[in-house]
């Protein structure tokens, strides 16, 4: 599976970005597409996630209410909408995807078996 990530770019406190990643290759196998950010000196944390199959989603509580992960699963394509950005969401965003089946929706770097290369987004106050 590959993983292309774009969207990133920067923007005023307040304002809006969409992400979106692009799967290819053995899509097939993706139980769950996430995504997680890494700021500078900072490790590498959750932000959503959504069960391909289920269309369960869930948020770090650092975003929920204020961004929204979708699909488009004939496209192999998932998107993260960010609104109400905010300068402590600035950071590298990467798309990530879980070929494990799961009940629940994996959070954790190591679930993950598939990463995109990142995406920049920068906020400014």
């Known amino acids: 599976v590959q993983l292309q990530a774009s969207g990133g770019g920067l923007v005023q406190a307040g304002g809006s970005l969409r992400l979106s990643c692009a799967a290819s290759g053995r899509t097939f196998s993706i139980y769950t597409m996430g995504w997680f950010r890494q700021a500078p000196g900072k490790e590498r944390e959750f932000v959503a996630g959504?069960?391909?199959?289920?269309?369960?989603?869930y948020y770090a509580d650092s975003v929920k209410g204020r961004f929204t992960i979708s699909r488009d699963n004939p496209k192999n394509t998932v998107y993260l909408q960010m609104n109400s950005l905010k300068p402590e969401d600035t950071a590298v965003y990467y798309c990530?995807?879980?070929?494990?089946?799961?009940?629940?929706?994996?959070?954790?770097?190591?679930?993950?078996?598939?990463w995109g290369q990142g995406t920049l987004v920068t906020v400014s106050s």
């Open positions: 990530a995807a879980d070929s494990g089946p799961a009940l629940t929706i994996a959070t954790m770097t190591r679930e993950y078996d598939y």
């Open positions: 959504s069960s391909w199959r289920r269309g369960s989603t």
